[in-house]
């Protein structure tokens, strides 16, 4: 079976605190690729980050970082200092095939 | 940003009315999707394209058929609307069909009473 768990349902932090949204995976496949994608409050959804499993690099892009353990399943994403502009409904997908699986998401607030 | 529309952007339909939603692309895509989203569902795929004329199922096609006749369109149709369809539909274009990310259109939010 292919799944995404994203257990956090809301998180809510107050301005500059780091915070860090889960993502755990399922799947049988040997080559798949996970995503990021970020849907702010105005409702478009927004591409984060891409990656396939056979790179395990740790990213970082500017305030955001993501970690990617094949280990433990875990594709977990990072904010750094966050601001107020990072509010938004965060998701992590899985892409094995032709299909991507999405997580039920993770909404951030951070309170000024 | 990916050339991406839909139509219409917000709709209140009744039960049993059949509904189509359109999805315009000027990116000259191989790859179209449907979804629709829900609280505590996340997104999920409702059908989705890989060519003109060639679609498949998603884990929610159950009451959806779509359509694609030209590389820049692709429809969804609910035949006989139900509230459980009530949802903010998503399309979204990409290049390939794996290991790739999509681009999505703004939504369009549907009510069927």
């Known amino acids: 079976a292919q799944k995404v768990t994203q257990a956090q349902t809301e998180i809510s932090v107050v301005e500059k605190e780091d915070v860090t949204l889960d993502c755990v995976y399922e799947t049988r496949d040997t080559t798949y690729y996970l995503f990021w994608y970020k849907q702010p409050p105005s409702g478009e959804l927004v591409f984060l980050i891409r990656?396939?499993?056979?790179?395990?690099q740790n990213e970082i892009s500017g305030r955001y970082s993501w970690n990617f353990q094949k280990s433990t399943s875990s594709f977990n994403f990072t904010i750094t200092a966050s601001q107020v502009v990072d509010s938004a409904v965060y998701f992590c997908?899985?892409?094995?095939?032709?299909?991507?699986?999405f997580g039920a998401g993770t909404r951030l607030f951070v309170k000024a | 940003d990916a050339g991406i529309t839909q139509s219409p952007r917000h709709k209140v339909t009744e039960t049993g009315t059949p509904v189509t939603l359109r999805c315009h692309q000027t990116?000259?895509?191989?790859?179209m999707y449907w979804y629709r989203q829900d609280p505590g569902h996340g997104l999920r795929l409702i059908h989705y394209?890989?060519?003109?004329?060639?679609?498949d199922k998603g884990e929610v096609s159950d009451g959806y058929s779509v359509s694609r006749s030209k590389t820049e369109d692709f429809l969804l149709t609910l035949e006989s609307a139900t509230s459980s369809q009530t949802s903010v539909y998503f399309c979204?274009?990409?290049?390939?069909?794996?290991?790739?990310?999509?681009?999505f259109g703004p939504g369009t939010r549907l009510t069927v009473l």
């Open positions: 990656r396939n499993s056979f790179d395990e």
């Open positions: 979204a274009i990409s290049e390939q069909g794996v290991g790739i990310e999509q681009f």
């Open positions: 394209s890989y060519g003109v004329k060639d679609t």
């Open positions: 997908a899985l892409s094995p095939r032709f299909k991507t699986i």
């Open positions: 990116e000259n895509h191989r790859y």
